[in-house]
Every structure is written in C-alpha cells, then in structure tokens.
C-alpha cells in the first residue's frame, strides 16, 4: 500500500517562499503520477500542479502557474513543490496525492492516494 508523507509546511509573510516536499513509500507499479492539492476552510480541494513519473513536465493550475514549480526526484521517490511570491490566499492545507493510473492532471477525483497534508499559512 502506498502511503504519502509531505513536510515543509509553516507560516511565512507574503511575498515569501515555502519548499514543501512528499515521500512516497510501498509503491509497486510504474505507471503513476503525483500531485500537489490544496484545501482552505470552506473550499473544495484543488489540485495546484501534477507530473507524470514516465516523462512530460509538470503542469499547474492557472493561479499558481510561474510561482510554484513541481520537482521530482526519481532516485528518492520524492516530489517537491518550490512556491515563491507566497500570498495570503495561498492558505490552506497542502496535500500530496498519486494517480496509480498515470493520470497527471488538475481534477482531484482521478487521484487514489492522499497524504496527511501539511499547514501553509501566508500572513498578510
């Protein structure tokens, strides 16, 4: 079984930077894709940026796109997400997600695995 474990969440000021990252563990198939989500009070989850492990770069939700950037680490089975330019609006609980089908893209509900998520607050 597949389980996720992301890290690096905390409070910053906007404007600031925020690195988080997800381990992944007991995978046994190749063909997957993770993602990063986010979740504020009230909100429904969304899916912020995704990338294949087989090939392709990321791709990111609108509202993040040339502020965050979605890494991948295939020797550690890591993924990260760098986020710049932090605003207060950015708060929320970050997840880290994987499709098992490969699927690599922004609808939450194609994703099978979720991690705990880590708190990102940005203060204004």
């Known amino acids: 079984q597949v389980q996720l474990v992301e890290s690096g969440g905390g409070l910053v000021q906007a404007g600031g930077s925020l690195t988080l990252s997800c381990t992944a563990s007991?995978?046994?198939?190749?063909?997957?894709?993770m993602a990063w989500s986010r979740q504020a009070p009230g909100e429904e989850r969304e899916i912020v940026a995704a990338?294949?492990?087989?090939?392709?770069?990321?791709v990111y939700a609108g509202h993040v796109k040339g502020r965050f950037t979605m890494t991948r680490d295939y020797a550690a089975t890591t993924v990260d997400l760098q986020m710049n330019s932090l605003k207060p609006e950015d708060t929320a609980v970050y997840y880290c997600?994987?499709?098992?089908?490969?699927?690599?893209?922004?609808?939450?509900?194609?994703?099978?695995?979720w991690g705990q998520g880590t708190q990102v607050t940005v203060s204004s």
């Open positions: 997600a994987e499709s098992r089908f490969g699927y690599a893209g922004l609808d939450p509900g194609a994703y099978d695995t």
């Open positions: 007991g995978r046994t198939f190749s063909n997957y894709a």
């Open positions: 990338i294949a492990w087989t090939g392709g770069g990321p």
